[in-house]
């Protein structure tokens, strides 16, 4: 199977807060409307008709504001795409999305109608009214039934994702080796407690940390008076490491020039005002030689992480491997599709015009990676969307690097909003 750069595009080029493989502006094949008729291939005997993969194009076409032909051809053109090439990449997605609907088939995987009601009501609370949702849904080309079978669809893709989870523990030999990279990753990384205070109350909170300044007042003695994150209260303020982690940009710049046992001013941030405290400053030794010679929390999120690169690998075998022996076939362009242009007139940009190659950065190889439903992921071994995300976005998430696994305890930090 080919690149499908231009399946992470259209979840990139913003979507709705419904964004998932239904609501992304882009046709299911019960809102075929072109009219183009036609079989595009087949997968395992199954038809993928054309006009499924012209309404998919179409939709893209819209997303990307590119219409009329001489902005369409452009697109392509700088992309380093042909009508063809899209035409394919997108039935290659089309492809494997089939090919998981037989995977989760096959293994049995079932969803309950509680779980799909529950996603459907988490994208309908981004919208005040029905009116609005169902607006939605109508630029979506959608009714609520065919967005329901999407999600129940992504939700059994998630299934089959976490189908490939081991109970394995990861190797000393893994953790100590991932322990060396870390040691020399986060050399000089900073962890902080904090006292929050609302962002309409900086007069006590320059009350408190003048208090403070003259050792008036006991610092895990204002966590516990004055904090307004319960969260972090309940650790005398503790939010963690700087690394890896989700902190606000300001925390991270108003903890940035603090040594240990330094106070900063008054930071302030979209949660509120901080007055910031560090409490630690990790020197990374010249050898890792054990565990014990990094910080505790991160032996955690090493194993974390471990076990989910372990998880995508196994994925990815398996996807591989059905890919390779699935009976995929392709039939030729028929003529007169809406978005076949003449390509002649649209030469390639050169080199160093800075153009993006559609087979390069953010690309996803069909045949390798974990594309559940919509082919958005940002590399080859990315996972499935976690079933909190399935219906809010088309993208997927692979949990699979030091600073993803680090999630669990975003939270509880002070975190810079996604």
Not at 170 to 184: F, I, K
Request: charge should be negative.
């Amino acid at each position: 199977m080919k690149k499908t750069y231009i399946m992470k595009t259209v979840c990139a080029v913003g979507l709705t807060a419904a964004c998932a493989w239904g609501l992304a502006g882009c046709s299911s094949d019960d809102n075929a409307s072109s009219g183009t008729g036609g079989v595009a291939g087949t997968v395992n005997g199954v038809e993928i008709a054309e006009d499924t993969i012209t309404n998919y194009i179409q939709g893209v076409r819209e997303q990307l504001g590119a219409d009329d032909e001489d902005s369409w051809g452009t697109w392509l053109s700088q992309n380093d795409y042909t009508p063809a090439s899209v035409r394919e990449e997108v039935f290659n997605s089309y492809a494997q999305r089939e090919l998981l609907k037989e995977g989760v088939e096959e293994k049995g995987i079932t969803v309950e109608s509680s779980e799909i009601d529950e996603q459907i009501d988490k994208v309908k609370a981004n919208y005040d009214t029905d009116e609005k949702w169902q607006a939605a849904l109508d630029q979506a080309g959608m009714t609520e039934d065919s967005y329901r079978a999407e999600i129940e669809q992504k939700l059994k893709e998630n299934k089959l994702y976490a189908s490939f989870a081991s109970d394995e523990d990861p190797s000393d030999a893994d953790m100590l080796q991932y322990a060396q990279m870390y040691a020399t990753a986060y050399d000089g990384s900073k962890r902080s407690s904090h006292i929050l205070f609302n962002s309409d109350d900086e007069a006590t909170a320059q009350e408190v940390l003048d208090k403070l300044n003259s050792g008036e007042l006991d610092f895990v003695d204002a966590v516990k008076e004055y904090s307004q994150d319960p969260g972090s209260v309940e650790r005398d303020g503790d939010v963690g490491w700087n690394n890896p982690s989700n902190l606000a940009k300001e925390y991270k710049d108003g903890l940035e020039p603090l040594e240990k046992g330094q106070l900063s001013g008054l930071v302030t941030t979209q949660f509120g005002i901080h007055i910031i405290k560090c409490t630690d400053v990790y020197k990374a030794p010249e050898e890792v030689t054990s565990l014990d010679q990094i910080p505790e929390e991160w032996i955690s999120v090493i194993a974390s992480s471990l076990k989910s690169t372990k998880q995508q690998e196994a994925y990815k075998k398996w996807l591989d491997e059905t890919t390779e022996a699935a009976d995929i076939k392709i039939n030729d362009m028929p003529q007169g599709l809406p978005y076949d242009v003449d390509m002649s007139k649209y030469p390639a940009p050169n080199a160093d015009s800075g153009a993006t190659d559609g087979t390069q950065e953010g690309s996803t190889d069909g045949a390798e990676g974990g594309e559940a439903a919509d082919g958005a992921s940002a590399d080859g071994t990315d996972a499935p969307a976690s079933e909190d995300q399935a219906a809010t976005d088309g993208a997927d998430s692979s949990e699979g690097n030091a600073d993803a696994a680090a999630g669990d305890n975003a939270s509880e930090q002070p975190a810079e909003a996604a």
